[in-house]
């Protein structure tokens, strides 16, 4: 003897099967590879737009030196070999800037990068010389 179940709904009347659901299809998040050189090391990143160089490679184990992730202590200096980063938000001259030079914890890529990092009194001694040439130039 055999028995076959039957779904029904509270009112008795066969169950439907449920109408597929739309997934939501998200934007598949651009992203960029960043090689960090640090000491030596080297280290490949890929870091999704909108993120910080600094905050990839501190979320993947990669002991970088920073402090408050402002942009303000200046303690993460690099200098771009290559590519292009957005690092609007931090302390650095435009001179200092244009010359390369970038904070990591600012530093959101808008290009494939190849990044070393540089000691902080590089990155001041720049910043200096940067504001010397601002005080000297003549005004108008």
């Known amino acids: 003897m055999a028995f076959a179940v039957q779904h029904t709904s509270r009112l008795g ?3 439907r099967p449920a109408a597929p659901r739309r997934i939501a299809r998200l934007a598949p998040v651009r992203s ?3 090689d960090v050189t640090h ?4 280290y490949t990143l890929d870091v999704p ?11 993947q184990g990669i002991d970088l030196p920073h402090d408050c992730k402002l ?5 993460c200096p690099a200098k771009l070999v290559s590519g292009t980063v957005d690092q609007s938000g931090s302390m650095l001259s435009d001179d200092v800037a ?12 808008q290009s494939d990068c190849k990044i070393v990092t540089v000691t902080e009194e ?11 040439r601002m005080n000297a130039a003549p005004s108008s």
């Open 39 to 42: 000491e030596g090391k080297s």
């Open 71 to 75: 942009g303000v202590c200046m303690t």
């Open 122 to 132: 590089e990155l001041l001694d720049e910043q200096l010389v940067a504001g010397e």
């Open 13 to 15: 009347a066969a169950a």
């Open 98 to 109: 244009e010359k390369g030079y970038a904070l990591l914890c600012m530093a959101m890529p």
């Open 32 to 34: 960029h590879k960043v």
């Open 49 to 59: 737009e909108g993120s910080s160089i600094l905050e990839v490679a501190l979320d």
